[in-house]
């Protein structure tokens, strides 16, 4: 909950965060970053946002998964996801071991299962399983920043599905589309053998 109030007031500023706090009818208007919420209230500033944003909550959503690489006070988990591999294939095939990986990094973080089926090498099929039906939003917008990440051009399509099983069209039309971003293995400043 905590990363849904940071990126409205990183995003859309403190002002819009109160005026959505205050349409989701919260007391205090803020959240605590170790402590685990209701499911329900998800849903509720989901909806809140989308009223006072006047956006489609879909967007919104995948908004936050962009966000979450692509923000400079996020470089922690676009480092994370581009150790997945050396191109948004070997990215794409890393997907399927995000939720064990994100398990290790928070243990009560239960993501829903993530399953890549590869049609052709330029097409594919994401299929998310469980709970968590907004996740599939959010990570179309992670997928989007991290084609953009590895500087390829891609083509995402939610196709929806059901309460359980959602699923996303990857189409890759260039691998090298354009320049990707800089990344090393070391945080910068670090050197080889640093804390060995």
Do not use: C
Request: glycine share 8%; aromatic share 8%.
């Amino acid at each position: 909950m905590k990363t849904f109030q940071v990126f409205v007031e990183d995003t859309y500023g403190t002002t819009t965060w109160d005026e959505i706090a205050a349409e989701a009818g919260l007391d205090p208007p803020n959240f605590e970053a170790m402590l685990t919420y209701e499911k329900t209230m998800l849903r509720t500033l989901i909806s809140s946002a989308e009223t006072v944003l006047d956006k489609p909550s879909t967007q919104f959503i995948e908004d936050i998964g962009t966000y979450l690489v692509s923000h400079p006070n996020r470089e922690g988990l676009r480092r994370l996801l581009r150790f997945g591999g050396v191109d948004f294939i070997e990215f794409l095939h890393s997907l399927d071991d995000l939720p064990g990986r994100a398990r290790l990094a928070v243990p009560n973080l239960d993501l829903p299962e993530i399953e890549l089926i590869d049609e052709d090498p330029a097409h594919f099929v994401l299929n998310i399983t469980g709970d968590m039906r907004s996740f599939s939003h959010v990570l179309v917008g992670v997928m989007r920043a991290m084609a953009d990440d590895y500087g390829a051009l891609v083509l995402l399509d939610h196709k929806g599905g059901t309460s359980r099983v959602q699923q996303i069209e990857i189409t890759l039309v260039e691998t090298a589309f354009a320049e990707g971003r800089e990344f090393e293995l070391s945080q910068p400043g670090e050197q080889a053998g640093e804390g060995v």
